[in-house]
């Protein structure tokens, strides 16, 4: 995950009831992440590791909602997940790249959960049709 960007966010709308994270970029780029993707890509060390191959495939997080959005300087937000998990730094960069390659990320993510024998309950978690409520 490396897509490096000037563009930072316009526009960042939790839609609880959804579980999505709405996020508008000064490029005109627009991104609905639900919750679930942003836990599962945590880039907490928790999460990623310490170094390449030691990260930790997060399972049964497809209820997982965020409670609080909580800003970091000027260049990130930190995300409170209603599972405790609080680590996570989300960079703009970060945010951006998950935007950009969602469904690449996804289907490598329901791979990783298949090949260690886990079976994702609702393949529609990572749907793609842009759907948010408000």
Known sequence: MSTETKSHPTELNLHQKSRVLEIAFTDGSHFELPCEYLR??????????HGPGTG????????????????????AVCL????????????????????????????????????AGHRHRDIGAGRTDGEADS
């Open 56 to 75: 930790t495939l997060q399972v049964g997080k497809e209820d997982v909602g965020i409670t609080r959005i909580e800003p970091v300087g000027s260049y």
């Open 80 to 115: 409170h997940f209603d599972d405790g998990h609080n680590t996570g730094i989300y960079a703009w960069d970060t945010l951006y790249d998950l935007g950009i390659h969602r469904e690449e990320y996804w289907r490598d993510y329901l791979r990783h959960l298949e090949e």
């Open 40 to 49: 599962v890509y945590s880039p907490s060390a928790e999460v990623r590791g």
